[in-house]
């Protein structure tokens, strides 16, 4: 089992950079497979980004393609998502998410393990 915690939100203004983390408990994170999810009052979780176990392999959403970038760092148990010129549509909570696995997922339904949430808003 492990457990996610997410930092790095924060109120930003548009064109901006956040670096949000997720920190993971638990001896087998190098096991799981990470994403990162958005969610905004009313709407579904949305896919953001994707990451192997071993790192090797990522995944975006078209909306943040070449604006954001996931990784991780297993011995630190860590995955990160470094978020470029951010846009007011950015805004929402954004959730880190494990699955037991080494590939990556898309779908939020076959993600695990869930932290907290942590507020990402982007004025315009």
């Known amino acids: 089992q492990v457990q996610l915690v997410e930092s790095g939100g924060g109120l930003v203004q548009a064109g901006a950079s956040l670096r949000l983390s997720c920190a993971a408990s638990g001896r087998t994170f190098s096991s799981y497979a990470m994403g990162w999810f958005r969610q905004t009052p009313g ?3 949305e896919f953001v980004a994707a990451i ?3 790192g090797g392999r990522t995944y975006y959403a078209d909306s943040v393609k070449g604006r954001f970038t996931i990784s991780r760092d297993n011995a630190k148990k860590t ?3 470094q978020m470029n010129s951010l846009k007011p549509d950015d805004t929402a909570v954004y959730y880190c ?6 590939d ?7 993600y695990a393990y869930w932290g907290q949430g942590t507020q990402v808003t982007v004025s315009s």
């Open 43 to 45: 709407k579904e979780r």
């Open 52 to 54: 192997s176990w071993s």
């Open 79 to 81: 995955v990160s998502l």
């Open 97 to 102: 998410a494990a699955r037991g696995d080494t």
């Open 104 to 110: 990556y997922y898309i779908d939020a339904d076959l």
